[in-house]
C-alpha cells in the first residue's frame, strides 16, 4: 500500500511516476522506505534510486 502511495505522492509532485527512467519502481520502493515501508518492498532499490528518492521526498523532481 505504501507503494502505491509513493507512486500517488510523485505524480501530484512531479506530474509523472516515470521518475527515474526504467528503474521508476525501483526509485519509488526507496521512497516507500523513506515512508514507512519496510526493506521488503518488493522491486528493490539502489544507492542511486535511494538518491533519487531522497530528493522526491525534499521537494524535487531530480537530483
Do not use: K
Request: with cysteine; charged share 15%.
Amino acid at each position: 500500500v505504501i507503494h502505491e502511495a509513493a507512486h500517488f505522492r510523485t505524480r501530484q509532485q512531479c506530474g509523472t511516476i516515470y521518475i527515474g527512467g526504467d528503474r521508476f519502481e525501483n526509485v519509488t520502493d526507496a521512497r516507500a522506505v523513506l515512508m514507512g515501508a519496510s526493506a521488503a518492498t518488493g522491486y528493490g532499490y539502489n544507492s542511486s534510486d535511494m538518491a533519487l528518492a531522497q530528493a522526491l521526498q525534499a521537494g524535487r523532481c531530480s537530483l
